[in-house]
């Protein structure tokens, strides 16, 4: 069942996207060659606390940290570690997830650390286009599946690989809920979009192929090939004619 959100209810969702996306602004500034993942975690823990939220992913089946830190070839789901120190030409995923009055938020962005080559620059721009592409698809009336039809079309096109095994997913009172949101999906497919629907959007592009390899830590998920990969996130909202990217940060304005 997919949930349709009351006016109410958006009104909640609206203040959780909020803070998640103002999480991510806050951390933007550390995100530097020097600093480890574990710091980036502990200052976006306290800021969601802070805010009198809470990260959703703390203890979510068992993660244990509050963020995700996705390094390079890591695709996603990453854990902070005091070992993973950012240096010069790394790309980094940062997930925030935050739990406010009762409903979850969730948005990603992949930051570029200091001079990153232009071969995974490219990567990250179109990773950033395919998000935004599928976001554009989203209409009453169209079908969930449009949205990977799209995003696969644009990155394939590109000489890139789409990652299936993850997905976007329906996001409210529960931090993952109906319908999964297939990156790679076929036009025409899935359900139909209904105005009160909220789900996100999160493309995960890879430079090689798109097999993934789940590591002995059991959460953190990285390219078969060890190519790297880029991902980005949006919350969205279906509206009367269209969307709302509730989750949208002042650069994106
Ligand atoms: N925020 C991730 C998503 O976009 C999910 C992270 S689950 C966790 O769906 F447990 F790893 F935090
Ligand atoms: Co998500
Ligand atoms: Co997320």
Redesign the pocket.
């Known amino acids: 069942m997919i949930s349709i959100k009351s006016r109410r209810e958006i009104e909640l969702m609206r203040q959780t996207c909020k803070l998640a996306k103002s999480t991510l602004e806050f951390i933007g500034p550390y995100v530097k060659p020097g600093v480890s993942t574990e710091e980036l975690n502990q200052l976006c823990h306290d800021y969601i606390i802070s805010h009198d939220a809470y990260p959703?992913?703390l203890d979510?089946?068992g993660?244990p940290k509050s963020i995700?830190t996705s390094l390079n070839e890591v695709i996603?789901?990453g854990i902070p570690s005091k070992k993973d120190i950012l240096k010069d030409g790394d790309i980094l995923n940062i997930?925030v997830?935050t739990y406010l009055n009762k409903f979850h938020g969730?948005t990603?962005k992949t930051f570029l650390v200091g001079n990153v080559s232009d071969e995974v620059k490219k990567l990250v721009d179109i990773t950033y286009k395919c998000m935004w592409e599928g976001i554009k698809v989203v209409k009453p009336g169209n079908r969930i599946g449009d949205i990977g039809a799209r995003i696969a079309e644009l990155a394939h096109g590109e000489g890139y690989t789409v990652v299936e095994e993850?997905c976007g997913?329906g996001i409210g009172r529960e931090?993952?809920e109906e319908p999964q949101v297939v990156h790679n999906a076929k036009a025409g497919t899935g359900p139909v979009m209904k105005p009160g629907m909220t789900f996100?959007i999160?493309p995960m592009i890879n430079l090689g192929s798109r097999h993934c390899l789940l590591l002995d830590d059991d959460?953190t998920v990285i390219t078969k090939d060890k190519k790297w990969s880029a991902q980005f996130?949006h919350t969205i909202l279906v509206t009367d004619d269209g969307y709302d990217v509730l989750t949208l940060r002042d650069e994106e304005k």
């Open positions: 959703s992913p979510y089946h993660f995700c996603c789901h997930d997830t969730d990603n993850y997913h931090f993952h996100t999160e959460w996130e």
